[in-house]
């Protein structure tokens, strides 16, 4: 079961579906985090650029840009993170297979 603009591929690894965006939808994704991200803070630099002064403005967005940096960073560290913990949750096929666990699917 897949959305629009997204297909199933078959994992190699193990043969269990996984889903990939198409290319339009990841161009369409990347327009919109742009847009959220960078669009509406582009109206007001001039603005505060004019109220700050060119050297001031410039070291404002400076450091904005720095702390900005660091945070996206910290969301980069945090889902590696979480992914890691749900991997170590979840048992793996060769371990399921060597413990002898079967896995009959009734529905």
């Known amino acids: 079961m897949t959305g629009i ?3 199933s591929i078959s994992s190699s690894a193990n043969g269990v579906p996984l889903i990939r965006p ?3 939808r990841q161009v369409t994704d990347f327009a919109n985090v742009f847009k959220a991200f960078i669009g509406t ?3 007001g630099l001039p603005f505060a650029f004019k109220q700050s002064g060119i050297v001031l403005g410039m070291i404002g967005v400076l450091v904005i840009a720095l702390i900005t940096d660091h945070c996206c960073q910290l969301i980069i560290k945090c889902k590696k993170a979480a992914v890691q913990i749900i991997l170590d949750t979840v048992p793996q096929s060769k371990d399921v297979e060597a413990s002898g666990y079967k896995y009959n699917r009734t529905s």
């Open 41 to 43: 803070n582009w109206i």
């Open 5 to 7: 603009g997204y297909k």
């Open 22 to 24: 198409s290319v339009f």
